[in-house]
Nanobody, 122 residues
Framework: QVRLVESGGGLVQAGGSLRLSCTAS????????VAWFRQAPGKDRELVAT????????AYADSVKGRFTISRDNAKNTVYLQMNSLKPEDSAVYYC???????????????WGQGTQVTVSS
């Protein structure tokens, strides 16, 4: 099994920055990719960014391109989401999730963290 723990959420003013962390433990050798999702009240879950564990290939939602950066530190088993130029519409619970192979689409990632709240005030 893989266990994921997020941290780094909080309250920030619009235009500010936050860095989220997702630390993996357990059978981390099984991880192929890690993704950040977010879900705001009353809205569908949204895929924000993904990164492959070994090669570091990244992808972003259009809504965060140019503002968010996903990265990983394999030595620390940690994936980061650097969020800059935050907007009130970025407010949501942010979750990290992991997949053991490329066969898993984002909606089927089997490993999930508990989430961390990000609130951006206007």
């Amino acid at each position: 099994q893989v266990r994921l723990v997020e941290s780094g959420g909080g309250l920030v003013q619009a235009g500010g920055s936050l860095r989220l962390s997702c630390t993996a433990s357990g059978h981390t050798f099984r991880i192929y990719a890690v993704a950040w999702f977010r879900q705001a009240p009353g809205k569908d879950r949204e895929l924000v960014a993904t990164i492959t564990w070994s090669g570091g290939s990244t992808a972003y939602a259009d809504s965060v391109k140019g503002r968010f950066t996903i990265s990983r530190d394999n030595a620390k088993n940690t994936v980061y989401l650097q969020m800059n130029s935050l907007k009130p519409e970025d407010s949501a619970v942010y979750y990290c999730a992991a997949a053991p192979s490329s066969d898993y689409g984002p909606s089927t990632y089997p490993y999930w963290g508990q989430g961390t709240q990000v609130t951006v005030s206007s």
